[in-house]
């Protein structure tokens, strides 16, 4: 395999990634209201002096944070990273170092993904590759084994 394909492969799969986790964010926002809204509601409806819809709001916010850092820490670094990787930009190696670390703690596919992430950046020729990328030179000229 040469290294354009390497780094075709990693950039597909740390998009994958993204998205399945950006998915399940998503998911995990708009059930999490439902039932702070669920639980506001019926608060509201006893008798007494109850937290009411209080905290269905302040819950709701709290959700909406926590999953928020938790997208920015997993899904911003694998998406920038897929999306400079296929670019060919600057600091492409640096997000996908940071992309393959958070997605080896995935088990099994995201464990394999980060180790051949590692693998490749790590080796001589994915230097080479981003050296040339960042210099601004095409490692996708003719001639170039690369």
């Known amino acids: 395999m040469t290294v354009n394909e390497h780094n075709r492969i990693l950039a597909i799969g740390f998009g994958v990634f993204a998205a399945i986790l950006a998915f399940t964010f998503l998911l995990l926002i708009v059930v999490s209201l439902g039932v702070f809204v669920a639980l506001g509601i ?3 409806n006893e008798p007494g002096n109850g ?10 916010v709290a959700t909406v ?3 928020g850092l938790l997208g920015a820490i ?3 670094p694998m998406a920038l990273a897929s999306w ?3 670019k060919h930009r600057r600091r492409a190696r640096l997000w ?8 080896v ?8 993904l980060g180790i051949y992430g ?5 080796s001589a020729e994915g230097r080479r590759f981003y050296l040339l990328a960042e210099s601004g030179q095409s490692s996708l000229q003719p001639g170039h084994p690369g």
Do not use: D
Request: net charge positive; charged share 5%; hydrophobic share 65%.
């Open 42 to 44: 019926t608060s509201a």
């Open 51 to 60: 937290p009411g819809l209080k905290i269905s709001v302040i819950g709701g």
């Open 65 to 67: 944070v926590f999953y």
């Open 74 to 76: 997993f899904v911003l």
């Open 84 to 86: 400079k990787m296929s």
């Open 96 to 103: 996908g170092m940071a992309a393959a670390i958070l997605v």
């Open 105 to 112: 703690m995935i088990i099994p596919l995201g464990t394999m």
């Open 118 to 122: 590692l693998w490749f950046f790590f």
